[in-house]
T-cell receptor
Framework: AQSVTQLGSHVSVSEGALVLLRCNYSSSVPPYLFWYVQYPNQGLQLLLKYTTGATLVKGINGFEAEFKKSETSFHLTKPSAHMSDAAEYFC????????????FGTGTRLTVIP | SAVISQKPSRDICQRGTSLTIQCQVDSQVTMMFWYRQQPGQSLTLIATANQGSEATYESGFVIDKFPISRPNLTFSTLTVSNMSPEDSSIYLCSGGLAGVGEQFFGPGTRLTVL
């Protein structure tokens, strides 16, 4: 089975600072990878996804992530944090190769300090 | 993309009772799933809802406790049976197209069991 690990359950950054949320995957072959965001009291929204092709993936709200096979990583970044970015972020991978159901990481809560 | 709605959005229930959660998708999706998100935790897949047949449950979840129906491509229900306080969670429905990987999530149903 495939899985992901998110390092850091809480990350705090100042408004305008770089956001870096870490995700490492365990898979013998390049998987599909996803980042979702959950705002308070809401469902999950897809930020971006990696399937095949370009390893630098751009998503909504200025976020991007880079697939690095050599590091088995898919870290999420944003050059300049906004107050509205405060939320819970989840990295996810299909449970099994070719499957649609997802295994979610434990999540990282992002706090943006004014 | 697909827009997914859930009813009810929240409920407070007594121990030993059952609650049925409805999930409606605004367009046809191949796959529908049910997840549980316990307080302060990540999402755990309960089952894949299969159209016209029994759902496929993940380890640790059984049909007697979480019966699921999916009579057509755009509608599914999850029942939480004989509830206990440990069932207090957010229950999320999601949908997607087979082979695409990404899923779209409903807003969730926040269940509190007293």
């Amino acid at each position: 089975a495939q899985s992901v690990t998110q390092l850091g359950s809480h990350v705090s950054v100042s408004e305008g600072a770089l956001v870096l949320l870490r995700c490492n995957y365990s898979s013998s072959v390049p998987p599909y990878l996803f980042w979702y965001v959950q705002y308070p009291n809401q469902g999950l929204q897809l930020l971006l996804k990696y399937t095949t092709g370009a390893t630098l993936v751009k998503g909504i709200n200025g976020f991007e992530a880079e697939f690095k096979k050599s590091e088995t990583s898919f870290h999420l970044t944003k050059p300049s944090a906004h107050m509205s970015d405060a939320a819970e972020y989840f990295c996810a991978v299909p449970l099994r190769r070719g499957a649609n159901n997802l295994f979610f990481g434990t999540g990282t809560r992002l706090t943006v300090i004014p | 993309s697909a827009v997914i709605s859930q009813k009810p959005s929240r409920d407070i229930c007594q121990r030993g009772t059952s609650l049925t959660i409805q999930c409606q998708v605004d367009s046809q999706v191949t796959m529908m799933f049910w997840y549980r998100q316990q307080p302060g935790q990540s999402l755990t897949l309960i089952a894949t809802a299969n159209q016209g047949s029994e759902a496929t449950y993940e380890s640790g979840f059984v049909i007697d406790k979480f019966p699921i129906s999916r009579p057509n491509l755009t509608f599914s229900t999850l029942t939480v049976s004989n509830m206990s306080p440990e069932d207090s969670s957010i229950y999320l429905c999601s949908g997607g197209l087979a082979g695409v990987g990404e899923q779209f999530f409903g807003p969730g149903t926040r269940l509190t069991v007293l």
